[in-house]
Every structure is written in structure tokens, then in C-alpha cells.
């Protein structure tokens, strides 16, 4: 891997299905259940980025984003998602992950520097 790559984070998108007994539990129920997924998932805080969409199609209620230095920091915390509060009334139906390139400026920058020191050792 080349080293602009050993900087990249990894993002996992989990597309999901609510079920509709979720929503029969009412405000208070929602709330007691998000508070103890809170308690389940507070210990991936400093490793994860967590952005929730919401669905405006029938085919996913809600897409998650997560970003992460690993793959296994991803995995783990679907797995404790799977295992957790909310697993009896959210699915994780799919899961794409890929890594994320560095903005453009940084990227442009990394090969503009290696071009210099390329030029540099040859001359």
C-alpha cells in the first residue's frame, strides 16, 4: 500500500429495515430502547464516526454511516449492533464498505511532493 493510502479511513454504509413493532412501541418505548443502544454502542464512540439517514423509499428505513481506521473496528461494532437494544426491531439488511481517499488538495499535494523528491534523488 502506498503511504497516502496508510492514512485512509474506512467507511461502512449499513442499510436498514425498521420493523413496524418498533414504532408500535410508542415515544417512551423508542426512547428507553435508544437509550440502552446508546449504553451498547457508547464504548465505539472514539473510533467511529456514526451518521444516521433517514429512508424516504420503501426499500431502506434507515442507512448508517460509519467511518473507522480498520475494518475490524466496522465489523465489531455492526456485530454488537446485531447483538444489542435495538436488533429485535432493526435488520441490517446490507453492508457496503470501502475506504475513503483523502481530500483532493492533500492527494495533489502527496504526489506533487513525491514528483520533487523523485526529481531530487535522479538529478
Known amino acids: 500500500m502506498h503511504a497516502l493510502a496508510e492514512k485512509n479511513k474506512y467507511v461502512g454504509f449499513l442499510f436498514m429495515k425498521i420493523s413496524p413493532e418498533y414504532f408500535a412501541l410508542g415515544r417512551?418505548?423508542?426512547?428507553?430502547?435508544?437509550?440502552?443502544?446508546?449504553?451498547?454502542?457508547?464504548k465505539f464512540s472514539k473510533q467511529l464516526t456514526h451518521v444516521?439517514?433517514?429512508?424516504?423509499?420503501?426499500?431502506?428505513?434507515?442507512?448508517?454511516?460509519?467511518?473507522?481506521?480498520?475494518?475490524e473496528e466496522i465489523h465489531n461494532a455492526a456485530t454488537e449492533f446485531r447483538m444489542g437494544a435495538k436488533a429485535r426491531y432493526i435488520e441490517i439488511v446490507d453492508v457496503v464498505v470501502g475506504m475513503k481517499a483523502p481530500p483532493r488538495a492533500v492527494a495533489l499535494r502527496s504526489q506533487q511532493e513525491a514528483a520533487q523528491r523523485a526529481a531530487a534523488e535522479a538529478g
Do not use: W
Not at 55 to 68: I, S
Open 52 to 71: 444516521v439517514c433517514a429512508g424516504v423509499t420503501g426499500k431502506y428505513d434507515q442507512v448508517t454511516m460509519v467511518e473507522a481506521d480498520s475494518l
Open 28 to 42: 417512551d418505548g423508542i426512547h428507553e430502547v435508544s437509550e440502552a443502544h446508546a449504553r451498547d454502542m457508547a
